[in-house]
């Protein structure tokens, strides 16, 4: 069964997926490959990117965030300060729980892709 990955923040109380910061002299690829690791313990082999994502920032900023689908290779989740529960979900349980509607656009690309 296909199954997407989604990350409980506490911070913003929200579900959403992993995602995060480039750090210097990184891809984007590498960075979304390394901040899922860091925030569920998944290590994943990515097969395509979806389109990216853009919003508004509560500073008045624009971020844009770029995501790809992949398949899981292995991993073991560890709570942490981003992320204190992760959950394996199939495409109509995580359009339940999903945050942002954003997200909920970026899962249905990703299902149209893969159906």
Known sequence: ??????VHRPRYDDWSFPKGKRDDGETDLECALRETAEESGALVDPHGELTPITYDLSSGKTKQVRFWFAELLSGDFEANDEVDQIRWLSVREAVELLSYDRDKQLLDEFSNLVN
Do not use: D, G, S
Request: charged share 15%; proline share 0%; no cysteine.
């Open 1 to 6: 069964m296909l199954e997407v990955l989604v």
